[in-house]
C-alpha cells in the first residue's frame, strides 16, 4: 500500500478539492513522508514482492539533492559512536532526536545509520563500488530515508517502507530509492551532495485507534486508510514530525492526508469518522553532509593515515 508523508510547501487546506489538486497518491505500494508536496504514483520504481514502499513527509510515491567538493572525496565511515566527529557525536547523543520512543530506553537509530546512507549515495553517483555491510545492528524495522537540502532544509526526498527490513538492506534500499526514485523531484546529482541533510526514522509502536483524533501531534505519526470517491481503498501516511512543521492541528493533517490520498470530493466530518487511522513513533537522525565528512576524516586520522582511503575499505 501506499502513502504520503514529506513536502516542501505548506497545502491550502479546505472542505472541498483544492483547484488543480494532485492525481490520486494513495494506490501502489510506494509511499512518501511528509508536508505537502503534490505527489503521484512511482513510475517505473515497482516495490519488490511484499515490500510497501512509502513515501513518508508528504506524498504518496516517490526523491534527490547538494553542493560540490573540490575534489570530492572518498566516504568511508566505519567503527562505532567513539569514532564519531564532535558534531556527529553530538547528534548521537542528543536524547531529543527520536521522535517519541520512552526517555529511559536505548535509542536504536545512530549517527552511523545516517553516515552509511550517505557512503550509499556518494558511492552511487561517483561509481564506486557500493560499500560493504556497516557494522550497526541489522534487526529489522519499518524505515523511511529523508533528504533535505539548503539552509532552509527543502526537502529533496523521501520515501520509506512500513514492511520491517534488515537495516543493513533497507537503508541501502530506500537511501537510492529516495534520492532517485521520488516522483515529485528530479533524480539527485553529485552538486548537491554538499548541501544535502539525511534523515533515517525508525518506525515502532503501531497502533490502531477507534478515534481518528486520538494521537498527539509531534509525538506520534498517523497513517490513514480509507475509500476514496469510486470506491478504491487508498493510504496514506505522515511521519511523526510532518504535522508539528507545518503547523497543522489534527483536523488539517488529516485533511491533508486525504488529499494527498487523492480524495477530491468534499470532506465532511461524517467521512472523517470512517477512516482507518493507526498511529506510529518513530526514532530518527539527521547528519549533513559536512558532519559526515567530518567523521569520515575523523576516522582515517584515528587510524594514522593522512590521506584519503580508498571507499569503505574501512567496513569489516
Known amino acids: 500500500m501506499a502513502a504520503g508523508c514529506c513536502g516542501v510547501k505548506k497545502q491550502k487546506l479546505s472542505s472541498s478539492p483544492p483547484s488543480g489538486s494532485a492525481g490520486p497518491g494513495g494506490g501502489g505500494g510506494s509511499s512518501h513522508c511528509g508536508g505537502a508536496a503534490a505527489a503521484g504514483g512511482e513510475p517505473g520504481a515497482l516495490p519488490p514482492p511484499g515490500i510497501a514502499r512509502l513515501n513518508g513527509l508528504g506524498g504518496l510515491a516517490g526523491g534527490a539533492a547538494g553542493c560540490v567538493l573540490s575534489p570530492p572525496l572518498p566516504p568511508s565511515c566505519g567503527g562505532g559512536p567513539g569514532g564519531l566527529s564532535p558534531p556527529a557525536a553530538s547528534l548521537l547523543a542528543s536524547p531529543g532526536a527520536g521522535s517519541g520512543g520512552p526517555g529511559c530506553r536505548k535509542m536504536v537509530v545512530s549517527a552511523e545509520m545516517c553516515c552509511f546512507c550517505f557512503d550509499v549515495l556518494y558511492c552511487h553517483l561517483y561509481g564506486y563500488q557500493p560499500p560493504r555491510s556497516p557494522r550497526f545492528t541489522n534487526d529489522p524495522y519499518p524505515l523511511f530515508v529523508t533528504w533535505k537540502i539548503g539552509r532552509d532544509k527543502r526537502l529533496r526526498g523521501c520515501i520509506g517502507t512500513f514492511s520491517a527490513m534488515n537495516l543493513h538492506s533497507g537503508l541501502r534500499e530506500y537511501t537510492l530509492t529516495s534520492a532517485l526514485k521520488d516522483s515529485r523531484f528530479p533524480p539527485m546529482t553529485r552538486d548537491e551532495l554538499p548541501r544535502l541533510f539525511c534523515s533515517v526514522s525508525l518506525l515502532t509502536n503501531f497502533e490502531d485507534v477507534c478515534d ?6 509531534g509525538v506520534h505519526g498517523i497513517r490513514i486508510e480509507f475509500i476514496n470517491e469510486k470506491g478504491s481503498k487508498r493510504t496514506a501516511t505522515y511521519l511523526p514530525e510532518v504535522a508539528k512543521e507545518q503547523g497543522w492541528d489534527h483536523i488539517q493533517t488529516i485533511d491533508s492526508l486525504l488529499r494527498k490520498g487523492g480524495y477530491k470530493a468534499p470532506i465532511t466530518n461524517e467521512f472523517r469518522k470512517t477512516i482507518k487511522l493507526t498511529r506510529y513513533r ?35
Do not use: C
Not at 212 to 217: A, R, S
Not at 282 to 308: D, V
Open 212 to 217: 481518528y483524533l486520538d494521537w498527539e501531534v
Open 282 to 316: 518513530s526514532e530518527k537522525m539527521t547528519m549533513s553532509y559536512t558532519e559526515y565528512l567530518a567523521h569520515r576524516q575523523h576516522h582515517h586520522f584515528q587510524n594514522g593515515i593522512g590521506h584519503p582511503l580508498p571507499p569503505y575499505n574501512h567496513y569489516s
